[in-house]
């Protein structure tokens, strides 16, 4: 294990604090304990607690090591809170979550952990595949920006339109489909908290089912 520096006497700066506020809130976000997230950093669990309560100032060695146990990128622990982070027309990272016949992007900062939105352009007949998932979330939202989404549950399919929305519980197993024969469909999906393997690199899939990517998440 690996530990750096614990300040006495003094608080860490402004800076350093946000930092381990915003290091603390992505693990929670996450559902991680600090034992996990101290072990696969390398640190000990006392220091990776200190350096959450500003107590201690990490090297960029170990905050490279949480960042990567987390799934997010360093330069994001310095984003400035007052102002948010833009995400910019034609620079959506993309991503993938499974499904067939679609791109995805994602239009949140990747380490928002609060909350996550997810654009998806599915082509006629695309969408997750025919077995049903669920996602470790408390809240999901849909809209419809344009074509038509068949969104499909157990004992009900549920059909919408460009300009439809659609709240529900994600850890409901569901399917979905882009129902318009002729265009493309294009959704918008929001999910709250963020799933916990969003990161900033695309994760490797199964194309053929979302299902696959679902299991991944809660194993």
């Known amino acids: 294990m690996t530990d750096s520096s614990v300040l006495t006497g003094t608080q860490v700066s402004d800076d350093s604090a946000k930092i381990g506020q915003r290091l603390k809130a992505v693990r929670r976000a996450q559902r991680r304990t600090l034992e996990e997230v101290a072990e696969s950093s390398g ?10 309560r500003d107590l201690a100032s990490a090297s960029v060695a170990a905050l490279l090591r ?3 146990t987390l799934g997010i990128p360093l330069a994001s622990l310095f984003d400035n809170e007052s102002t948010g982070q833009a995400v ?18 994602l239009l949140t900062p990747p380490a928002e952990r609060r909350i996550q939105v997810i654009l998806s352009e599915i082509a006629p007949g695309g969408g997750s595949g025919n077995e049903g998932y669920s996602l470790p979330a ?7 920006v344009s074509g038509a989404l068949d969104l499909g549950f157990a004992e009900d399919t549920i059909r919408l339109g460009a300009g439809d ?15 318009s024969a002729q265009e493309l469909t294009t959704v918008m999906w929001v999910l709250s908290p963020a799933l916990a393997q969003a990161g900033a690199d695309p994760v490797a899939a199964d194309r053929a089912s979302r ?3 679902a299991a991944r998440l809660r194993s």
């Open 43 to 52: 640190l000990t669990k006392g220091f990776l607690s200190k350096i959450e």
């Open 66 to 68: 949480i960042c990567a």
């Open 88 to 105: 910019r027309k034609g620079a959506y990272p993309k991503i993938d979550f499974g499904g067939q016949d679609l791109a995805e992007y």
């Open 138 to 144: 408390e809240v999901e939202f849909v809209f419809v």
């Open 165 to 179: 929305a659609f709240t529900f519980d994600p850890t409901t197993s569901h399917t979905f489909r882009a129902a």
């Open 211 to 213: 299902a696959a990517y």
